[in-house]
């Protein structure tokens, strides 16, 4: 029995998948055709290789997908979906038109009849024909820039394929790639050179002294550490907040983010083995560990604990010495200097030095409470006290 259904090749179609090959060319398919066969009612065809073109073309349109067959890589499956609005017609004979326009594939098609919507019944129609070419990686699909329809098999078959396959979005990271970055990230922040922050206008812990002989660091306040991750103190229970004193020792409250607060006796051999007088550095706020405030006879003082610490002061008219100071309580001993200097007499000549005074020292004394700093002027030409303003900063 003659086969009805059937493609092949067409005699362009074969010189020019040879002529690729050679080449090293591919050859692109865009189209696909379907006629019937000369009548409306669809006439059975029988394709030859030296047709060029259907016997009666009723629509061309895209090509959705083209593929390797699954059990034969030479044969080649086309498929494409005719939309529901276009019909009214059978379909017997297919062709695929590459991107230069010529009819490359041609073949018989099972009789279909294509319905559209006016009759009543339209619906898609999904078309797959196969054909057979002696090296499949010479054919490719020619995207056309237009809409196309995605069938049903081909949906499922990207969706399977997505389902199992280990990496399908590419461009994110992976949990665990995520996970690793966001340590590595943690970690690289955990080293920034920040010291720990108050969160309001002041930049001080609010510590109340209780009347039962017991310290509480209040809610609702918030310490930024390393510059980037917070410790609201709510999320410390009371207990962890509440510490008892005596009234008659001194201490220093401390936060850090490992161990959260701690009071801290300046008597106690662990605070203090080589009992270093209160106001000494090494007591001084660090990148992970922040001295909140001191507790004394004096009562509670809270220490501004900001990532950058400034305050500026100006001399006027120094002769003979003078002494500028002024109370910061920062939780870091500062450093001062100065940073502008204006001869008030205009003798720029020669009152512009700062020279040391009897003691043989400039005489900058600082605490974490007290900002201090002594200047004095002097004539280099007379040789005796000149006149001069000066503006100085402290920072820590």
Same mark, same amino acid.
């Given at each position: 029995?003659?086969?009805?259904?059937?493609?092949?090749?067409?005699?362009?179609?074969?010189?020019? !998948?040879?002529?690729?090959? !050679?080449?090293?060319?591919?050859?692109?398919?865009?189209?696909?055709?379907?006629?019937? &066969?000369?009548?409306?009612?669809?006439?059975?065809?029988?394709?030859?290789?030296?047709?060029?073109?259907?016997?009666?073309?009723?629509?061309?349109?895209?090509?959705?997908?083209?593929?390797?067959?699954?059990?034969?890589?030479?044969?080649?499956?086309?498929?494409?979906?005719?939309?529901?609005?276009? &019909?009214?017609?059978?379909?017997?004979?297919?062709?695929?038109?590459?991107?230069?326009?010529?009819?490359?594939? *041609?073949?018989?098609?099972?009789?279909?009849?294509?319905?559209?919507?006016?009759?009543?019944?339209?619906?898609?129609?999904?078309?797959?024909?196969?054909?057979?070419?002696?090296?499949?990686?010479?054919?490719?699909?020619? !995207?056309?820039?237009?809409?196309?329809?995605?069938?049903?098999?081909?949906?499922?078959?990207?969706?399977?394929?997505?389902?199992?396959?280990?990496?399908?979005?590419?461009?994110?990271?992976?949990?665990?790639?995520?996970?690793?970055?966001?340590?590595?990230?943690?970690?690289?922040?955990?080293?920034?050179?920040?010291?720990?922050? !108050?969160?309001?206008?002041?930049?001080?812990?609010?510590?109340?002294?209780? &009347?039962?002989?017991? *310290?509480? *660091?209040?809610?609702?306040?918030?310490?930024?550490?390393?510059?980037?991750?917070?410790?609201?103190?709510?999320?410390?229970?009371?207990?962890?907040?509440?510490?008892?004193?005596?009234?008659?020792?001194?201490?220093?409250?401390?936060?850090?983010?490992?161990?959260?607060?701690?009071?801290?006796?300046?008597?106690?051999n662990k605070y203090n083995p080589e009992k270093l007088d209160e106001i000494?550095?090494?007591?001084?706020?660090?990148?992970?560990?922040?001295?909140?405030?001191?507790? &004394?006879?004096?009562?509670?003082?809270?220490?501004?604990?900001?990532?950058?610490?400034?305050?500026?002061?100006?001399?006027?008219?120094?002769?003979?010495?003078?002494?500028?100071?002024?109370? *910061?309580?920062?939780?870091?001993?500062?450093?001062?200097?100065?940073?502008?200097?204006?001869?008030?007499?205009?003798?720029?000549?020669?009152?512009?030095?700062?020279?040391?005074?009897?003691?043989?020292?400039?005489?900058?004394?600082?605490?974490?409470?007290?900002?201090?700093?002594?200047?004095?002027?002097?004539?280099?030409?007379?040789?005796?006290?000149?006149?001069?303003?000066?503006?100085?900063?402290?920072?820590?």
């Amino acid at each position: 029995m003659e086969q009805q259904f059937y493609s092949l090749l067409t005699q362009v179609g074969k010189a020019k !998948v040879v002529n690729y090959h !050679v080449l090293g060319k591919t050859l692109n398919l865009s189209k696909i055709q379907v006629g019937d &066969g000369g009548d409306k009612k669809g006439k059975e065809v029988f394709p030859t290789e030296d047709d060029t073109q259907l016997v009666n073309l009723r629509w061309e349109g895209n090509i959705n997908r083209i593929y390797a067959d699954s059990k034969n890589e030479n044969y080649l499956a086309v498929e494409a979906v005719i939309p529901e609005d276009i &019909g009214g017609w059978y379909i017997t004979e297919f062709g695929i038109v590459d991107d230069e326009g010529d009819l490359v594939v *041609i073949g018989g098609y099972p009789k279909t009849y294509k319905p559209k919507l006016t009759q009543g019944s339209g619906s898609s129609l999904y078309l797959k024909v196969l054909f057979e070419v002696s090296n499949a990686e010479n054919v490719q699909l020619k !995207v056309d820039p237009s809409v196309v329809l995605a069938s049903q098999g081909f949906v499922s078959d990207r969706f399977n394929e997505h389902l199992h396959d280990s990496n399908p979005h590419k461009q994110y990271l992976k949990k665990e790639e995520y996970s690793s970055s966001q340590k590595q990230i943690s970690a690289e922040l955990s080293r920034l050179p920040i010291y720990p922050e !108050v969160l309001n206008k002041d930049h001080r812990l609010t510590v109340t002294k209780n &009347g039962n002989g017991t *310290i509480t *660091i209040d809610k609702g306040q918030v310490i930024r550490w390393r510059g980037h991750k917070d410790f609201p103190t709510e999320n410390y229970t009371e207990a962890q907040r509440t510490f008892n004193i005596d009234n008659n020792k001194t201490y220093h409250l401390r936060w850090s983010p490992d161990t959260g607060f701690s009071l801290n006796d300046l008597e106690g051999n662990k605070y203090n083995p080589e009992k270093l007088d209160e106001i000494d550095k090494l007591f001084d706020t660090q990148y992970d560990d922040m001295l909140v405030c001191k507790i &004394g006879r004096e009562g509670i003082i809270s220490l501004i604990n900001s990532a950058n610490l400034m305050t500026d002061g100006i001399f006027i008219n120094i002769v003979d010495g003078k002494s500028l100071e002024t109370r *910061i309580n920062w939780s870091r001993t500062p450093r001062g200097y100065v940073v502008g200097m204006h001869d008030p007499d205009n003798n720029v000549k020669t009152d512009y030095g700062i020279v040391p005074d009897a003691f043989g020292e400039i005489g900058i004394e600082n605490t974490r409470y007290n900002a201090y700093l002594k200047m004095v002027s002097w004539n280099q030409t007379k040789g005796t006290s000149g006149y001069l303003s000066a503006r100085v900063r402290w920072e820590a």
